[in-house]
């Protein structure tokens, strides 16, 4: 599972989840939209890369490394659904365009976009 997008996807998606419960494969399956053998599949390899840790209930657990990357992909998440939806866009379409630009617009680019959006609403 070496492709970044399905790795930040994922660990994005586990992070969303546990803000409200323990987390488990089929959560996640019906939050993206795929099978929960797909989601098996996925959440062994992120075990093995170091990104998530299964408790004895199967509940999966993001470790620093996989919290550090869920963190931040959820911040560059908000920042281009605020900065969309600012321009007039509809929120569904601003969240959805937001979800590829997370994983698809540079470092640079995207502090300078933060930056823009934090002065626009006012330096929050």
């Known amino acids: 599972m070496k492709q970044k997008k399905s ?6 998606t586990i992070y969303i989840l546990s803000q409200n ?3 488990h494969g089929a959560d996640i399956a019906r939050a993206i939209g795929v099978s929960r053998p797909t989601v098996c599949v996925s ?3 992120l075990e093995e890369e170091g990104y998530i840790l299964m408790g004895d209930a199967r509940e999966v657990h993001l470790t620093e490394k996989g919290m550090r990357i869920a963190e931040e992909t959820y911040e560059r998440h908000n920042t281009f659904c605020q900065l969309l939806t600012e321009l007039g866009v509809d929120e569904k379409t ?8 997370e994983h698809a617009v540079s470092n640079e680019s995207y502090q300078a976009l933060k930056t823009l ?3 626009g609403s006012g330096g929050t």
């Not at 790795?7 to 994005?12: F, G, M, S």
């Not at 601003?94 to 630009?101: F, L, P, Q």
């Open 94 to 101: 601003a969240s959805s365009d937001a979800c590829e630009m």
């Open 43 to 45: 959440l062994k390899a």
């Open 117 to 119: 959006v934090a002065e």
């Open 21 to 23: 419960k323990d987390v």
């Open 7 to 12: 790795v930040e996807d994922y660990l994005k």
